[in-house]
């Protein structure tokens, strides 16, 4: 079966459980799950990116996932002018201390003689600068977090429409990235794995405690939208009279008094759906953007000498292309496309909420989606990210309905009955692994495997 | 007949045939040499003979037993014993444990054979509780042999044993090599020197483009004018 | 003299809340990173499920614990988890030759590259870690019973007059001892034993000792075991210390993987090594000066902030600065590890 007729297949397949969870539970859920299944593809392309064209390993998918969602909040929140009052000054010293640090580091670094010298230079510049920034953080931190803690006790973010963070959340990725790519980089191919799952936790840690920033633990809630609310949407002309005519069959077939409650009734779905239906049409724009890019890079000359570079370094090392300098190039850009869906993801959310950034759910499952899916292969990073999404939201009920039935012969209260329902929940991470584990070794290629293309005329 | 022999060998490393019929010998107490052209074929040779390459045809046969079918593990059990070109010393070890680690497959005494070594390389019992990595290229060429021996082989395969060591050094390498000889071991070489190898060779073998081209004793091959001319450069 | 017993006293301070915690946590990392090393030295890969492989023996061995704690049984002063230890070790190793047998070896017969093994790693990560959320659940489990103190702070600061006090945990004079025990083992197994030997020559130079007779098989098969007993001990023994929590241990992961490579990956005396190193940097850098200072300093110069350099809630980038640097100044670590 060619990849093409394949990847049909497979979205037709998913659109039918789409269907069958908007028939079966609700389309509200089904269109929720779909919307999270876009988001998970476009986090899927960017690892797909590293992973798939590059051969980079970053397991730190979450801390670039999470950076997105900061961005979110700085972009969207109204700035709080007392807050910034309090602490402004200082914390532009301290900023300007930071930098200073930074640069003068730089500087003993490229200008000193390598040696003991150096080291002990630079060990001062760095222990003097940290100190100094020190000084002039701490109380302005205090002061900032200081201002109205139960509502605000941050500083706001830039009051400007929240769209504008999903390209603000991947240059910071994209930022954070090229930090971790200029060390990590040029070394074996497992320490950038290691190096990127110690910045991820170091970028939850930030942002869980750094309060006059993100509000760290006490979360950041109401964000702005994109699209329309659903109070304003019910009430609303159109949208009322758009959901009269939609449901005019059925609200024809009824009395008016019983069609006025209906109709209420239908505007209260319908605005949700709606609601759920405009963010479906931001993230496939999305999704379609960053896919094509994608797809074009992949074919240029450019994604040729990756794939060149993957396939064998050395090889590619000996003929001139600068191995470590594309790598950091496509880490970066892979980073940045993982900043905007974790950005997608916020603002979907309405709320940040640090605490939810997991490991488990962040990196590592986007990890199946672009195994399972198929390396190298960008359908089939999306394929991967669309099922691999169903599948873990599924597995829940799923997976809690079958220990049901399977305990049925026990008592209601037993104990054992007890606890596997409730722990039910936990085996779709096993299930997870394991689907992982079969594709890699049955199939490594993945549902949608590389389409490598054959040189013609070969002797 | 002689003690291990690969008769008409023909295989590779998938892809082109390296080896195309090809025969080596060596007999007890005899030195045999291995010599030709880059990419003559030489370590594949040896290498097919430890059965590290699948052959298409051909046999192999040591003490009359055909052992074609055999892994190199099971061949090394037999008594074959081999020292590759490079990474022929365990580093991290000590000369003591490189020792040790050649005689892994005895379950008897090893004090003996140690001894033996000792006197053979005097160098070794002086720096026995040094780690291998810290030597020199010679001294760990030696420690590489001495590992080779300490399982007590009847068959001793080298490949370049002499690559990369001064010339004084090289000089050391053969005269140990003899004094091996003198124990009985059969031992099959490779070589790159080929003039200095010919000289302590009891057999040599020519080898252009995976066949072989002469076959004789040492003495006769530095002899012939035609070896002399194409492969020992006058 | 009341220089010198404010000057006592700052020690104690020093030796209570950094020297302490700081070797018995050291020796955590440094048991969970000799595992990682082994795997890394013998198998040549990071092996991402170690921290729940870790979190598995653990399960294991509070499940028996409460099973022996509810028969009554009891090692007096010392945690009945000791006695439960061999059962988790053995379902450890049960575990890790099954992952091995059904996961690894078929990468390992094909000569996989190194990236493939460890994405393996993360599959077998997930199941493990699904399997012991499914069976003890996501949150905190505590096992340790028994005496809690070793020397107790108000005896201390009763039998020496001090103003400050100090406490030795069981759970910490236990890990201690233990691992000193079994690193003593480990080395003596390593440096002594034919088949030790044989793990250090295969990880030295994989053809040569093939070429020597080494059984591959063996060498992989001893090494899960004895990664085995490190795991199941060093979470044991940090459950027993903190508590236990499966997310904890993932997230051990990081500061592990720095111990390892900080002190040379493939080397066992490294990671024992960076185990400490990453311990006490964490614990030097996240505590809070003030009181020593107050000890030392005259009472004009006392000083206000609480001199922490770090928030404890940042220890995780104390593991991962250290990384760097080491990464920057000696990729192969403070010992010489392996490089590529």
Known sequence: MTNTRKTQLAFAAIAVLLMIIGFAQSWNVSLGILNLCLISAVMALGVNMQWGYAGLLNVGVMGFAALGGMSAVLVSQAPIVEAWNAGWERLFIAAFCFGG????????????????NRNLALTLVIVAGLSLTRVFLDPAISSIEAIEPAKTGFLGGLGLPIIFSWLVGGFVAAGIAWCIGKVALGLRADYLAIATLGISEIIIAVLKNEDWLTRGVKNVTGLSRPVPYEIDLQASDWFIDLMRWWHSGSLAAIDASAGQQALKQFVIDGS?????????????????????????????????????????????????????????????????????????????????????????????????????????????????????????????????WMMQAGTGWLDESNALRLHLIENAQH????????????????????????????????? | MSFLSGADMTGGYGGADILKGCSIEVNEGEIAVIVGPNGAGKSTAMKALLGMLDLKQGEIRFRGKDISGLTPQDR???????????????????????????????????????????????????????????????????????????????????????????????????????????????????????????HIADRGFVLVIGENRHTDTGAALLADPEVRRSFLGG | MEAVTDFTSALVLLLNFIVVPGLSYGSQLALGALGITLVFGILRFANFAHGDTMAFGTMITILVTWWLQSKGVSLGPLPTALLALPAGILLTILLLVITDKSVYR???????????FMIASMGVMFMTNGIVRFVIGPNDQRFLDGERFIVRARDFKAATGLAEGLSIKVSQGLTIVIAIILVALLFWFLQKTRTGKAMRAYSDNEDLALLSGVDPDRVVLVTWIITAILATIAGTLYGLDKSFKPFTYLQLLLPMFAAAIVGGIGNPIGAILGGYVIAFSEVIVTYAYKKVFIYLLPQSLEPEGLLQLLSTDYKFAVSFVILVLVLLVRPTGILRGKVL
């Not at chain 2, 690559?163 to 091996?180: N, T, Y």
Request: glycine share 8%; hydrophobic share 50%; proline share 4%.
């Open chain 1, 272 to 400: 949700s759906i709606f609601v759920k239906l405009c963010y479906t049409g931001l993230f496939a724009g999305v999704l379609i953007v960053v896919l094509l890019l994608s797809v074009r890079a992949l074919n240029s000359p450019w994604g040729r000498m990756m794939r060149a570079i993957r396939d064998n370094e050395i090889a590619a090392g000996a003929m001139g292309k600068d191995v470590t300098r594309r790598h950091l190039e496509i880490f970066v850009i892979g980073s940045a496309v993982i900043g905007i869906a974790g950005a997608m993801l916020t603002t979907l959310d309405g709320q940040f909420t640090p605490t939810s950034y997991q490991p488990l759910r962040f990196t590592f499952l986007i990890w199946v989606m672009v195994i399972v899916g198929g390396s190298g292969n960008n359908m089939g990073s999306v394929l991967g990210g669309f099922l691999i999404w169903l599948v873990w939201i599924e597995a829940e009920p799923v997976g809690v």
């Open chain 2, 76 to 198: 090394i059990a037999e008594g074959i014993a081999f020292v590759p070109q490079t990474n022929n010393v365990f580093t991290s070890m000590t000369v003591f444990e490189n020792l040790e680690m050649g005689a892994f497959l005895r379950d008897d005494d090893i004090g003996e054979t140690v001894e033996q070594i000792y006197e053979l390389f005097p160098i070794l019992a002086e720096k026995k509780e040094q780690l291998a990595g810290e030597l020199s290229g010679g001294q760990r060429q030696q420690v590489a042999v001495a590992r080779a021996l300490m399982s007590q082989p009847a068959v001793l395969m080298l490949d370049e044993p002499t690559a990369g060591v001064s010339p004084i050094v090289m000089d050391e390498l053969f005269d140990r090599i003899l004094e091996v000889r003198q124990t009985g071991v059969a031992i099959l070489m490779v070589e790159q020197n080929a003039r200095q190898a010919l």
């Open chain 1, 427 to 459: 085996m779709r991470l096993f299930f997870m692994g394991l689907v992982l584990l079969l594709v890699l070794r049955f199939s490594p290629g993945g549902i949608l495997p590389e389409v490598v293309r054959k040189q013609k005329n070969t002797v």
């Open chain 1, 101 to 116: 640090t930074i640069a003068a580091t730089v500087f003993c670094y490229r200008k000193l003689a390598p040696g003991r």
């Open chain 3, 106 to 116: 078929y990468y390992r017969q094909r000569k996989a590259v190194p990236v493939t």
